[in-house]
């Protein structure tokens, strides 16, 4: 009987057979369904992640854009006048592969644009791009003679130039922009990205060299014209200050002369005017530190010692802190001592008058401000002491910037409380050891004699759209509170008569309620007086019992006559002189 044996050496061959093929199978299937992987992620990175790119760049090789430059906003005075406007111009444009004849064509454009032949030619001919920009902002009658040539490859787009229609009005207040547009300065460049708008372009189709197709599509991008802007300025009183400093910048042979003009009640500049000046049609862009110099707003980004116009700070505290109860304060009938010298410290502070002709004899706070008498202000000073004077000097915003809507704003210098010895205290007290801005000190004195309200100064009040929507509203900013409205009462009347009786002499305008201050400062170098180098002042209102126009005066370094009441006060008047008839404002007494 014979018996079949299943399995042995036959078996165990077959199945290690069948265990690699499917091994190999297996391999074969994971290795096809990696390259499915790949293919499909390459695809999926290719067609989702990178295909706007590869559109990009596929629109960008089959086709050629002209750009269409969006109109940069104008701005304008707070009643509509166009401080800043747009000329229609264009750039030239040439597309190389596209041009036949080299040599013509840079002589016609040499010619017609006023440009060297022997440089158009190798801009053309050497340049390694396929496009070259020829020239920017070209007249259009020059425009109109290149396209009677009718040259391939020669394109053109609107790019706008940059035009003032009052050249040196306000050169340090606008600001210019670039060639290309952009603001560089002034408000040009605070409200740059309100100003400029969205360009937008032209694109046509082009072969692989980037000659235009024939009858090929374009498809145009429209641009976005940028907001218009309506500032505080009153272009009128602008006038008035420019003429006023530039008689005052000639006669005085000074190193220069600001003046501006505020509203106490909302904080809005109505002028600012700085000489000397410069053309923002005929900007010295060859000349950077002219250009630096002459661009340069002083009345917001310099400081200098206040002197004497400062003392509107000290009495208002003064009278503050008496109307509070603080039996430091002096009363407002007090009368200080007629002795010509303070001592403090072992250092003497003395005033500018000889006190001889007994106008310093027993004066009160009024009588000081009348005569500016330096040790009565000391008085004050030492006697309210450190911490309530630095109470009011930060009230008043000193040693921060105001925050007005320009940029580069000085924060001035204000000694720290901490460092600060009585000699410091003293002199303080009446506008040394001191530097604040020009914009500082219209806006603190505001804030005193407008009923004590210090309001943010600011130039531009609205943003809008060529078509005359409102995009933004700027209305006044209340930032606190200095002073009470009686101790403001009370300082006006005080700074009234400072006009009508006292040193302000000279600013006094028959019929009409204007007050003010003198100041006169010794400048210094280096830790030392400088001989014969003052800086001559006047802040003076009208009227004084409801201001609606507050003008600081400052003449840095006259040449021969100094003080604050001869050199500053008599522009003050003449400006005011030209409001009240601008805007007809009957008289008041």
């Not at 790119?53 to 707070?78: H, Y």
């Not at 190389?96 to 064509?105: C, G, N």
């Not at 706070?365 to 008498?373: D, K, Q, R, T």
Request: charge should be neutral; include cysteine; charged fraction near 20%.
């Amino acid at each position: 009987m014979y018996y079949t044996k299943t399995g042995g050496k036959s078996g165990i061959k077959n199945e290690f057979s069948i265990t690699i093929l499917r091994k190999r199978l297996f391999a074969i299937v994971l290795a096809i369904t990696f390259l499915f992987l790949f293919v499909f992620g390459r695809l999926f990175y290719v067609q989702v992640i990178w295909g706007k790119d590869l559109q990009t760049k596929a629109i960008d090789q089959w086709t050629r854009e002209i750009p269409v430059v969006a109109n940069r906003g104008k701005i304008v005075d707070v009643n509509g006048v166009v401080l800043a406007d747009n000329l229609d111009t264009y750039t030239v444009f040439v597309r190389k592969s596209a041009v036949k004849d080299f040599e013509t064509l840079s002589s016609v454009l040499s010619k017609t644009l006023e440009m060297d032949k022997t440089y158009v030619y190798d801009r053309l001919t050497k340049t390694v791009s396929s496009e070259v920009t020829v020239k920017k902002q070209v007249e259009k009658d020059k425009i109109d003679a290149l396209l009677e040539h009718g040259f391939d490859g020669v394109y053109y787009s609107r790019d706008n130039s940059r035009v003032y229609p009052y050249n040196q009005l306000l050169s340090t207040v606008l600001g210019f922009t670039s060639t290309d547009g952009k603001g560089q300065s002034g408000v040009e460049l605070y409200y740059d990205k309100y100003l400029a708008g969205q360009n937008g372009e032209i694109l046509y189709e082009t072969d692989i060299v980037g000659k235009e197709i024939e009858n090929g599509s374009a498809s145009y991008i429209p641009a976005t014209n940028g907001f218009n802007l309506k500032l505080t300025i009153d272009y009128d009183i602008q006038q008035l200050c420019d003429t006023a400093m530039a008689e005052a910048y000639e006669i005085h042979k000074a190193k220069s002369a600001q003046m501006i003009v505020l509203d106490p009640q909302t904080g809005a500049i109505r002028a600012l005017s700085i000489k000397p000046d410069y053309n923002l049609n005929d900007i010295p862009r060859d000349d950077l530190s002219l250009l630096n110099s002459l661009s340069r707003n002083n009345i917001i980004c310099d400081v200098y010692e206040p002197g004497s116009t400062f003392k509107v700070l000290t009495s208002a505290a003064n009278v503050e802190e008496y109307l509070q109860g603080n039996p430091r304060a002096y009363s407002i009938e007090h009368v200080y001592s007629s002795a010509r010298y303070r001592y403090i410290d072992g250092q003497r502070v003395k005033c500018w008058s000889d006190h001889k002709n007994g106008k310093h004899a027993n004066l009160t706070l009024a009588g000081a401000l009348n005569n500016s008498c330096n040790p009565i202000f000391v008085d004050i000073a030492m006697s309210l002491g450190k911490e309530t004077m630095y109470k009011y000097i930060r009230a008043f915003n000193y040693g921060s910037v105001t925050g007005v809507d320009f940029g580069g704003e000085a924060q001035g210098m204000v000694l720290p409380q901490s460092a600060v010895q009585n000699v410091d205290l003293a002199r303080i007290a009446f506008g040394q050891t001191i530097a604040v801005t020009a914009l500082q000190l219209a806006a603190a004195t505001s804030s005193a004699i407008n009923g004590g309200n210090y309001f943010t100064p600011y130039l531009v009040s609205e943003i809008y759209t060529e078509e005359g929507l409102i995009a933004e509203k700027i209305e006044p900013t209340l930032k606190n509170k200095v002073i009470s409205e009686k101790a403001s009462s009370i300082i006006n009347q005080m700074l009234e008569s400072v006009v009508a009786e006292g040193s302000g002499k000279q600013a006094y305008i028959e019929g009409y309620r204007v007050a003010g201050k003198t100041g006169t400062a010794q400048k210094y170098y280096n830790g030392v007086i400088a001989q014969g180098k003052y800086v001559s002042s006047f802040v003076g209102y009208f009227p004084a019992n409801n201001p609606k126009y507050l003008a600081l005066v400052i003449i840095d370094e006259p040449v021969g006559q100094y003080y604050g009441s001869t050199v500053a006060a008599p522009y003050a008047k003449n400006v005011f002189e030209g409001i009240i008839n601008l805007k007809n404002i009957p008289a008041q007494l």
